[in-house]
């Protein structure tokens, strides 16, 4: 978990992402923010899954304010995972947000995405500037502008 300290509000963000250089990439474009952010990663959608839920090995885990999710993961795709949570009888995980932040660009996930309810989808760019560039655009919205929900 990195601790992202500013004066605004504190958010926790849950990163399901597999790739290390990824998650450094989104710690270090966060870095820069001024809000304090909280990030707990898990590798594959099982944990996340497990997370969010509160199981086996995340009993105590904290309750994300947002889910920053990949859809290219092992044991379980990122579109398995949104379907699961949008699907919960736990109405705090149904309307948990989450963004899809993927190397994918296609019309087919991105309306696959929106069919199960993604809160919305970023394609990742490849471009190290760029990439900073939508994650503060990513930062600006969500953690400054957006009303989150509480009680996630």
Do not use: C
Not at 76 to 93: H, I, N, Q, S, T
Not at 139 to 150: N, S
């Amino acid at each position: 978990m990195t601790q992202i300290q500013g004066p605004h509000h504190p958010h926790r963000l849950l990163v399901v992402e597999d790739s290390e250089s990824d998650v450094e990439l989104l710690r270090e474009a966060l870095a820069e923010s001024e809000p304090t952010v909280a990030l707990d990663v898990v590798r594959h959608g099982e944990d996340a899954l497990a997370f969010l839920r509160r199981e086996g090995a995340f009993q105590k885990a904290a309750r994300p304010d947002l889910v920053v999710l990949d859809l290219n993961l092992p044991r379980m795709g990122g579109f398995e995972v949104l379907r699961a949570l949008r699907e919960d009888v736990d109405p705090r995980l149904r309307r948990l947000p989450v963004v899809v932040f993927t190397t994918s660009g296609t019309r087919t996930d991105v309306e696959k995405a929106y069919d199960l309810h993604a809160s919305s989808f970023v394609t990742k760019p490849t471009a190290f500037e760029h990439y900073l560039d939508t994650v503060r655009a990513f930062r600006e919205f969500w953690l400054r502008v957006a009303k989150l929900p509480t009680g996630a």
